[in-house]
DNA sequence: TAAGATTGACAAATCAATCTTT
DNA sequence: AAAGATTGATTTGTCAATCTTA
């Protein structure tokens, strides 16, 4: 029988420090804390927006769409923020206006783009399943219990992570498929 | 022309404080954080583990059967310790078996299980990618810039949340299927 | 040539159903 | 029944190739 994740992954960075003792182990930790945690994340949110027949990854493509902005997104500013591949992006747009929650349009100054934007019945989706989110997710339950300041620590910190994997992210072109 | 993700984060959650006002919306940032970070991190070790010829569940995999224990691990332990269903773990052992890197032997002692074990090109293949991931994640680089001290914060803090998540995945019975 | 977007082939995850052993 | 494991159908994501416009 495994024990919690916190001595799984302390055992693993023992473990790491013997057969690799060039690196730092001490990385280890903090970087597969996230990774799996991020990981169960998204299937928690994953189940709850189930419920209103999208995915997280729709959830997030609607909910950045919410957030009003000086100029319209096109289809590959979209797959920049989202961090997919325009193949990626260009499915799941067709899957959302196919299901009433968005139109796309083309751009009146560029005859290759589209321009996105949600719909009333796509506003209301979004609204209502990130409420649920909210409501429901355990991620949320878990950092209401957390200390104020370890959650301003983590905004702090992983905003930091964020912020630097996106420029690798953007920089290195990935995600053009 | 979108700004930075913590810019983008921070006017979402200006955002749902209007449209949410019955919810703590400062639980917003270090949710998305966490779950954008992991997601990143994900990427970009698939890339980097891709070129051994497997994926980062399959060297996850490979890295719990790796640390040395009291008994063998069962396929049923290692769905509860990876967070995937049985059905993707069987999926996932029986590539890697015949690829060579573990083996499937039965129980002695109950005849429905398997316990598992790496080979030793198994050994070898999830010792090498994960020198990789050392040598080449962007994560990693990241980390070594930041002071140890939020480096020790993101374990203690990132740990407790694991494990509250990890409680909540094995009590209500998800990856089953 | 490069940027924006789409398509089709392929890999991987989820769910429900099934089989065997306890 | 319930636990351990597998299979098949469906969905989703990735990659490479393609088409049109800039």
Redesign the interface.
Known sequence: ??G???E??A??EL??AE??PE??V??????W?????????????E?IVRRFGVGIADLHLL??L????ARP?RAT?LA??L?VSTAVLSARVERLARAGLLVRDRSSTDKRAFTLALTAEGRKLG?DA??AV??D????R???K?P?A??A???R??????????R??VATG??EG
Chains 1, 2 share one sequence.
């Open positions: 029988m495994p919690t994740p916190v799984e992954v055992a693993a473990f790491y057969i690799l690196v730092d001490a990385h280890f930790a903090p970087m804390h996230i990774f799996t945690v991020g990981h169960l994340i998204a299937v928690d949110l189940r909910g950045t919410r957030i009003e902005r997104l500013d920049l923020i961090h609204d990130m409420r909210f409501h997710a355990d991620i949320i878990l950092l209401d957390l104020a370890d959650r620590l983590v905004s910190i992983l905003g930091g992570l964020h912020n630097g994997l996106d690798e992210f990935r995600g």
